[in-house]
């Protein structure tokens, strides 16, 4: 049962911090268990970076338990563009947000709890972690066939991906993050991590596409309360801690000093988009001219989630080169972004401001160029 956070009780007994910081000043004696009281990505990844960065763990594990509103979060190494629709998501209202560690892209809602194990570099162990879920959850419902696999992911009846794993090692100290489905709307999972981008050509970690279900399907009373509960006793019981939840609020800088410039961080373009490794988009689209369609080709090159090299070609007798031309030096430096396409739809009012046919086309293209952003 989680109870309530407070600064006389929680991290002032934590741990000692690698960095001093206000109002921690004793230690304890063993680990902890906590819980976010948020459900937002940005807030709840930055505490993540946040214990990693400072605080000592020797001897003091910590499982930290969040849930997040609906969000996609892609490995620190993937493409969004290759991962996930983003078209969809900017309609839902669905967030992005790249962690710092590895592994591939999931959906969180408030039905998937993330699990996070942070311990010393020396006593990482996925392996022990994922055992210690299946354990949780055989105590509560016996009849689960829940297994972890070579890959440190967790099965369900040997075929449903119920958890999958990402991982971050530091110097001193490392953490081991997984997901749990409990509730999730897999409807929604299922179409937002189904990217509908055609021609990527890319480097980047791409993800493993699996069968899921939910827990909550196996059986009704396996609720996301519940289960958090016995993983935590669980945890409590085999290192030997207090087995209450402690809900810490990650946006309280007398406790985090510095944790919301953490989360404005990984809330920037430049870390979401801008860390993309290099790729490139070589596709076409056909534009309707009379009774018929013409193509379009468009390949892109994009370095640090930026048009490096844009050469769109378009039929002449629809489009004049010299149109085409400054139309694709316009997007160079650009952000590869809907909203970049504005800019050279400006530039061309300014230039050829009577031409309506010019400004139709013009925007057809445009349009057409934001589907693939």
């Known amino acids: 049962m989680p109870i309530p956070f407070s600064r006389?009780?929680?991290?002032?007994?934590?741990?000692?911090?690698?960095?001093?910081?206000?109002?921690?000043?004793?230690?304890?004696?063993?680990?902890?268990?906590?819980?976010?009281?948020?459900?937002?990505?940005?807030?709840?990844?930055?505490?993540?970076?946040?214990?990693?960065?400072?605080?000592?763990?020797?001897?003091?594990?910590?499982?930290?338990?969040?849930?997040?509103?609906?969000?996609?979060?892609?490995?620190?190494?993937?493409?969004?563009?290759?991962?996930?629709?983003?078209?969809?998501?900017?309609?839902?209202?669905?967030?992005?947000?790249?962690?710092?560690?590895?592994?591939?892209?999931?959906?969180?809602?408030?039905?998937?709890?993330?699990?996070?194990?942070?311990?010393?570099?020396?006593?990482?162990?996925?392996?022990?972690?994922?055992?210690?879920?299946?354990?949780?959850?055989?105590?509560?419902?016996?009849?689960?066939?829940?297994?972890?696999?070579?890959?440190?992911?967790?099965?369900?009846?040997?075929?449903?991906?119920?958890?999958?794993?990402?991982?971050?090692?530091?110097?001193?100290?490392?953490?081991?993050?997984?997901?749990?489905?409990?509730?999730?709307?897999?409807?929604?999972?299922?179409?937002?991590?189904?990217?509908?981008?055609?021609?990527?050509?890319?480097?980047?970690?791409?993800?493993?596409?699996?069968?899921?279900?939910?827990?909550?399907?196996?059986?009704?009373?396996l609720t996301c309360e519940v289960l958090m509960d016995a993983i935590a006793a669980e945890y409590a019981a085999c290192h030997q801690i207090d087995k209450h939840i402690t809900l810490i609020n990650p946006t309280d800088e007398t406790l985090f000093p510095g944790i919301n410039s953490k989360a404005r961080d990984l809330q920037t373009w430049e870390w979401i988009y801008g860390k993309t490794p290099k790729f490139s988009i070589n596709t076409s689209f056909n534009v309707l001219h009379g009774q018929s369609h013409l193509e379009v080709k468009v390949f892109i090159d994009i370095k640090n989630g930026r048009i490096e090299l844009c050469n769109i070609e378009a039929p002449d007798h629809w489009l004049p080169l010299e149109i085409c031309d400054k139309l694709n030096s316009s997007f160079i430096g650009s952000r590869f972004c809907p909203i970049e396409t504005t800019m050279p739809t400006n530039i061309l009012h300014r230039t050829c401001p009577e031409d309506d046919d010019l400004h139709s086309k013009w925007n057809i293209l445009c349009e057409n160029i934001k589907g693939i952003m």
């Open 8 to 221: 006389k009780n929680c991290f002032q007994l934590l741990c000692n911090l690698k960095v001093p910081a206000a109002g921690f000043k004793n230690t304890v004696k063993s680990g902890l268990i906590l819980q976010s009281i948020s459900n937002d990505v940005y807030q709840n990844l930055a505490i993540e970076d946040w214990i990693h960065d400072h605080m000592n763990l020797e001897g003091r594990p910590v499982l930290f338990l969040w849930r997040n509103s609906p969000s996609v979060v892609i490995g620190r190494h993937q493409n969004p563009w290759q991962e996930c629709n983003l078209n969809l998501m900017r309609e839902a209202g669905v967030k992005l947000a790249r962690r710092r560690s590895g592994g591939g892209t999931v959906y969180h809602d408030m039905g998937n709890i993330n699990l996070t194990f942070f311990t010393t570099k020396k006593k990482y162990d996925r392996m022990e972690n994922l055992k210690l879920v299946v354990r949780a959850l055989s105590a509560v419902q016996p009849q689960l066939d829940v297994q972890p696999t070579k890959r440190f992911d967790l099965l369900l009846d040997g075929q449903f991906k119920i958890s999958g794993t990402a991982s971050k090692i530091g110097r001193t100290t490392a953490y081991h993050h997984c997901t749990l489905l409990c509730s999730t709307n897999r409807t929604l999972l299922s179409s937002l991590l189904k990217s509908p981008y055609q021609g990527i050509k890319s480097n980047a970690t791409a993800s493993i596409p699996s069968l899921v279900k939910n827990l909550l399907e196996r059986d009704p009373t």
